[in-house]
């Protein structure tokens, strides 16, 4: 299809076990955000690729979280040694340009850690 | 620090009638604010943006309308189907710190045929 695509859809870890996110944005898309999304709250933001230039990542939680475009399009989520408070939704944004652009978003991974 | 609230968590509206759903901001350097519909297991769709040069936007049964002075939001949808409810955010950017949107809760949408 044309949209945004996230796999998996849903992922459970194990508390302390590493999770990857994988985000294939529309193409030619030049910007990419990821946020996670707690139940019963709006998205929040935790970073932002430009191409491969990731240009914001002031909304990582913790060193923990890391996240990677090495060739401007497919974006993967890394979170180490996942801990409960992890569980959320992630979800995946791309859009053509920079500034007013909507965000195209993906249906999102769901991550449970137990 | 809340920048973007609604303040409604659920609103039931009848079909065929007008939807309002609100959204109060506080920083004063958002720039652009746009509205997203979002189903169950399924990510936040666009629905309509609004830029902070305009008090107005509409397309087809869905308008929204910017309050600068009073830093209120608002999106009105007539006439409402039972195929829009759905949870609605409003997001806002400000174009001082890059293209990141900033969401609120969400308003809980139920039309009832």
């Known amino acids: 299809g044309a949209g945004v695509s996230q796999s998996p859809r849903y992922k459970v870890a194990k508390r302390g076990q590493d999770v990857a996110l994988r985000c294939d944005p529309i193409?030619?898309?030049?910007?990419l955000f990821w946020y996670q999304q707690a139940l019963g709250q709006g998205p929040e933001f935790l970073t932002y690729?430009?191409?491969?230039?990731?240009?914001?990542k002031s909304g990582l939680p913790s060193d923990r979280f890391f996240a990677e475009r090495p060739e401007g399009s497919v974006s993967t989520l890394k979170i180490q040694r996942t801990q409960q408070e992890d569980s959320a939704v992630y979800l995946c944004?791309?859009?053509?340009?920079?500034?007013?652009?909507?965000?195209?978003f993906g249906n999102g991974t769901r991550l449970t850690v137990t | 620090d809340q920048q973007v609230k609604q303040n409604s968590p659920s609103l039931s509206v009848q079909e065929g009638r007008i939807s309002i759903l609100n959204c109060d901001y506080t920083?004063?350097?958002?720039?652009?604010f746009l509205w997203y519909k979002k189903y169950p297991a399924e990510g936040p769709t666009f629905l309509i943006s609004?830029?902070?040069?305009?008090d107005k936007n509409e397309d087809g049964r869905f308008t929204v309308f910017l309050n600068k002075s009073a830093k209120h939001l608002s999106l009105h949808i007539v006439p409402s189907q039972p195929g829009d409810s759905a949870v609605y955010f409003c997001?806002?950017?400000?174009?001082?710190?890059?293209?990141?949107?900033?969401f609120g809760e969400g308003t809980q949408l139920t039309v009832n045929p």
């Open positions: 944004a791309s859009s053509l340009v920079w500034g007013n652009s909507p965000l195209h």
């Open positions: 193409s030619g898309h030049v910007s």
């Open positions: 920083n004063s350097m958002f720039d652009y």
């Open positions: 690729f430009q191409n491969e230039a990731q240009l914001d």
């Open positions: 609004i830029s902070s040069i305009k």
């Open positions: 997001a806002a950017r400000d174009g001082t710190s890059g293209s990141r949107l900033t």
